[in-house]
C-alpha cells in the first residue's frame, strides 16, 4: 500500500511500522494524521532527537530519569529498608499510583530469555546487590508478572540473595497466572502487595 507514497511518506510509514504494535494500516494513518499537523511533526522531531540524550537510568534504581538520580531515589520521607523489584519502569509507575509502597525500587528493564540472549548480565542483578548494601535494605518484594519468564526470573533472583541477610517475599497471586502486571486493576494489585508471600526470611 506505501508504495503509492512519496518517499519521505513511504519511509515515516516503514519506520513507524517496527515499533511496538503498530501494522502497516495504523502506521499508515498515523502518519497521515502528521502531515496535516506540521507544528506537531516539529514538537515531535525535537523531542525524538533529544529522547536519548536526556533520558538515562537513575544511578541507584535504574528508572528512567532526566537527572543523576530520579525524584523517587531523592525522596527522603520513602522507607530506606524496603527494595521492589519491577521489570520495568511501567510496572513501576502502576504501582506507584497504588499509594501502598513506600519503599524504593529496582528496575531490571527485561526478564529472563535465553532465545532472546536476555541472561544475568542484562538483568543489572551485580548493581542489585550493592544497592542493598549502600542502603541497608531489610526486605526485599519480589513484583514480577507471573508469567514463565517472571517466575524463572524470580527463581534466580533469589539464588542470587540467598546469602544476603535480607526477607524475600513476592506478591501474592491475586494477579492472574500470565497476567503482565501493566493490565492489573489497582485493587488487585493492592491485595497483591498485602499479601506477599515470604520466599526467604533473613
Known amino acids: 500500500m506505501s508504495g503509492a507514497y512519496p518517499y ?3 519511509k515515516l510509514i516503514e519506520t513507524f511500522s517496527l515499533l511496538p504494535g503498530l501494522g502497516e494500516k ?3 494513518r498515523l502518519s497521515l494524521f502528521l502531515l ?3 507544528e506537531l511533526c516539529e514538537i515531535l522531531g525535537e523531542l525524538i532527537k533529544e529522547l536519548p540524550y536526556r533520558v538515562k537510568l537513575c544511578k541507584f534504581c ?3 530519569s532526566e537527572d543523576e538520580v530520579c525524584n523517587i531515589c531523592k525522596n527522603e520521607n520513602r522507607d ?3 527494595l521492589c523489584i519491577v521489570e520495568n519502569p511501567i510496572n513501576l509507575s502502576h504501582i506507584e499510583e ?4 513506600n519503599g524504593y525500587y529496582f528496575v531490571l528493564h527485561y526478564l529472563l530469555s ?3 540472549g536476555i541472561g544475568p548480565k542484562e538483568l543489572g542483578l551485580d548493581h542489585l546487590t550493592y544497592l542493598i548494601k549502600l542502603r541497608d535494605i531489610k526486605e526485599i518484594i519480589i513484583a514480577l508478572s507471573p508469567t514463565l519468564s517472571g517466575e ?3 527463581s534466580y533472583i533469589l539464588e542470587v540473595l540467598k546469602n544476603c541477610p535480607v526477607k524475600v517475599t513476592k506478591i501474592a497471586c491475586g494477579i492472574p497466572m500470565g497476567m503482565e502486571i501493566q493490565f492489573v486493576d489497582p485493587l488487585t494489585l493492592k491485595k497483591a502487595l498485602f499479601g506477599r508471600e515470604v520466599l526467604k526470611e533473613k
Do not use: E, V, W
Not at 98 to 101: A, E, V
Open 114 to 116: 535465553p532465545k532472546d
Open 62 to 64: 535504574r528508572n528512567f
Open 80 to 82: 530506606p529498608h524496603t
Open 152 to 154: 524463572a526470573t524470580a
Open 8 to 10: 519521505t511518506l513511504k
Open 98 to 101: 497504588t499509594g501502598i509502597f
Open 36 to 38: 496535516s499537523k506540521p
Open 26 to 28: 495504523s502506521s499508515t
